[in-house]
């Protein structure tokens, strides 16, 4: 989108258009009505130049929430899954800054999928510690948070050698959690 301008696929060529203003009636100034992923219809006026005449339903979005009385900017719309990427070490590891963005993810409806870059440069104490948060979560039914697969089944064999709970329920919960991702 740029202004009243955007770029439409149509499956074959980028071809530009216009909004049509009975679209842009209920934004406010500054919002947009169309984010990137958007279905749209289209027709062609007398002059040939393409105008957006409606927005089909959005199946799944990324949206970024204002403060108190704004309405959320959607970034991405009809997307699957969002990759979160993060460096395990330089910079450093922001679990909340993950957190923030897989739950922004699936109110939206997408499956958040979290990318580890630089994960040899972590100690392998650092690697551990994740694992044991994981596994509390785990043995405890709650989401075990945004940690890579691979620390989900060490997190099941911590729970299971520390006896955090009944092994059905570890056992459980683990493949819950599989079954979400």
């Known amino acids: 989108m740029f202004g009243p301008s955007a770029l ?20 406010r100034r500054g919002q947009s009505v169309l984010a990137v992923g958007d279905e749209v219809e289209t027709e062609r006026g007398q002059d040939g130049a393409l105008s957006i005449t409606a927005v089909a339903e959005r199946r799944t979005y990324l949206a970024r929430f204002g403060g108190e009385g704004q309405e959320a900017q959607v970034i991405a719309a009809n997307v699957e899954r969002a990759v979160i990427i993060s460096s395990a070490d330089e910079p450093p590891f922001r679990p909340a800054v993950v957190d923030r963005w ?67 329920t570890i056992a459980e919960n683990f493949y819950k959690e599989l079954a979400r991702r």
């Open 8 to 27: 439409v696929w149509d499956g074959v060529t980028i071809l530009p258009a216009a909004l049509d203003p009975k679209l842009k009636k209920g934004t």
């Open 102 to 168: 897989a739950l922004l993810a699936r109110r939206g409806g997408l499956i958040p999928f979290l990318v580890l870059n630089k994960i040899d440069l972590v100690p392998l104490e650092a690697a551990e510690q994740m694992i044991e948060e994981a596994a509390g979560r785990l043995a405890a039914g709650v989401d075990p948070g945004v940690v890579p697969e691979r620390f989900l089944i060490g997190a099941a064999r911590f729970a299971f050698d520390r006896k955090l709970a009944r092994p059905g």
